[in-house]
């Protein structure tokens, strides 16, 4: 199974960038799988999907990110980004990636990279 492992988060402040990295252990578009998902969590939170980049590269963000993010990939070295700019405090979360089917998110999840946005 292919796993991803995610890394590039920190500590920032408001207004700043980051950008994160999902590397897979092997090709990412195989068999059923459609798609690539960044997911956050924020304390005391449901997870949520903020970006998604499919076979064709056609990508999809949460409302709350549009314009602001980006995700991108996966490149030569099946490495998927999410570029993060104008970040917010309310953008504070652990950030994991995951890949898709089209019945949604499969796998078990990592553990994540921390953001941080101070005000």
């Known amino acids: 199974q292919v796993q991803l492992v995610e890394s590039g988060g920190g500590l920032v402040q408001a207004g700043e960038s980051l950008r994160l990295s999902c590397v897979a252990s092997g090709s990412i578009f195989v068999g059923v799988v459609e798609a690539v998902g960044w997911h956050r969590q924020a304390p005391g939170m449901q997870r949520e999907l903020v970006a998604l980049i499919d076979r064709d590269g056609d990508t999809k963000y949460a409302n709350s990110v549009k314009g602001r993010f980006t995700i991108s990939g996966p490149d030569a070295r099946n490495t998927v980004h999410l570029q993060m700019n104008e970040l917010k405090p309310e953008d504070t979360a652990v950030y994991y990636c995951?890949?898709?089917?089209?019945?949604?998110?499969?796998?078990?999840w990592g553990q994540g990279t921390q953001v941080t946005v101070s005000s």
């Open positions: 995951k890949r898709h089917t089209e019945l949604g998110p499969v796998g078990s």
